[in-house]
Nanobody, 130 residues
Framework: QVQLVESGGGLVQAGASLRLSCTTSGRTFNRYAMGWFRQAPGKEREFVAAISGSGGGTNYADSVKGRFIISRDNAKNTVSLQMNSLKPEDTAVYYC???????????????????????WGQGTQVTVSS
């Protein structure tokens, strides 16, 4: 069974940076598209960023584009989210997810829809104070 574990969350002041990491088990991890999503209190889950299996394709939500960078190290079975210039509105629980769809794998595509992902981590809290 594929297992994903997030780490790196914490409490920081506005303007600071954090780096989230997601470590996964499973020998096929390096073929999966990976995504980061977040959910703030009282709000719906929203897409943050995604990266294709090869790392050659990325997608970002408009709210984080230019501030966040998603990357992966397939040799280490990890995907990371570098978050810079953090704002209070970035406060949320951040979730790592993996997509095992074969057709998207062949297109090297990372989807932005949460319903497309098959495996999820437990989440890590990010709190940005003003």
């Amino acid at each position: 069974q594929v297992q994903l574990v997030e780490s790196g969350g914490g409490l920081v002041q506005a303007g600071a940076s954090l780096r989230l990491s997601c470590t996964t088990s499973g020998r096929t991890f390096n073929r999966y598209a990976m995504g980061w999503f977040r959910q703030a209190p009282g709000k719906e889950r929203e897409f943050v960023a995604a990266i294709s299996g090869s790392g050659g394709g990325t997608n970002y939500a408009d709210s984080v584009k230019g501030r966040f960078i998603i990357s992966r190290d397939n040799a280490k079975n990890t995907v990371s989210l570098q978050m810079n210039s953090l704002k209070p509105e970035d406060t949320a629980v951040y979730y790592c997810a993996a997509d095992n769809d074969l057709l998207r794998l062949r297109r090297d595509y990372a989807p932005p829809g949460a319903d497309e992902y098959d495996y999820w981590g437990q989440g890590t809290q990010v709190t940005v104070s003003s």
